[in-house]
């Protein structure tokens, strides 16, 4: 399922190619576990069907401007691992493209297997073909040694407010 | 200018009011210095009136899931500060909405007058309107005081690949 333009041929965790099939987010998908992946990362309580289909499609609508992966275990039939990339349009840059990549998981008992990596590269990936000059990502200060293998370093502060 | 909602009615800098008006970016802004506003937050040419036409319309068909906002000098006609807010829609959190706040910028020559928090609060309010659970920026360690100052809190590490 890799495509031939991956960006690093010999990434770490391919050989679990088998095993996985990484592919964008089926309506399927609602009854194969990804509330309850997500549940691992975010609060996010089970959702209707009727409240998915409707977030579906909206996203759907941005096109190439939003893509979810998934990665589904072949032998279970679960999804595995997620993670979503959101192309933002900008004026700075020459209207330049940014690749906000957005709620990564790994289920807890897939990790340690490169799959979260393969994941992250395939997002990179879109983001690179769509134009994007660059991806950011905010994450805690335990998981930068997991995306700097991912090829990212750390640049800036996120800050946040809560209504 | 201020809507009757402004998240602090005495907010610092509210007095400013008169000298500039806050309000949506329009198709005229080009030639009232937007470009040049831009440059001094990150590298940004001068765009020809057709890539700014062709950007400003992407950015309409988001309706208010991306709303740029800029503050016009009325002695000069001139734009003194700009800023926006892109709306994400996620899975997690029951189809949660979340405000990315983007390319904060004040003029040189209009600094430490409170303009740039009445503008990021204008911002933070359209995020808060629109239903979003959280605003969230990224930005150098030298400015998590100013966005301290308009209500942000220190959360995570933003990381970056750069194309």
């Given at each position: ?65 939003h ?18 990339i959101l ?13 906000h ?63």
């Open positions: 399922m890799e495509p031939p333009h991956a960006p690093v041929a010999a990434e770490a965790g391919a050989g679990a190619g088998d095993a996985y099939t990484i592919r964008p987010l089926e309506l399927s998908d609602l009854s194969k576990g990804f509330c309850e992946l997500l549940a691992q990362v975010s609060p996010s309580p089970p959702l209707s069907e009727e409240a998915f289909r409707a977030r579906f499609a909206e996203l759907a609508a941005l096109g190439a401007d893509l979810v992966l998934v990665a589904e275990e072949a032998a279970t039939g679960r999804l595995a691992a997620a993670g979503a192309v933002e349009r900008k004026f700075i840059r020459r209207c330049g493209l940014v690749g990549l957005e709620d990564v998981v790994v289920d807890a008992a897939a990790r340690g297997r490169g799959l979260g990596e393969r994941l992250v590269r395939r997002l990179v990936e879109h983001a690179r073909g769509r134009g994007c000059y660059k991806v950011i990502l905010n994450c805690t200060a335990e998981l930068k040694g997991f995306y700097a293998k991912c090829g990212f370093e750390e640049r800036n502060v996120q800050m946040g407010l809560y209504f």
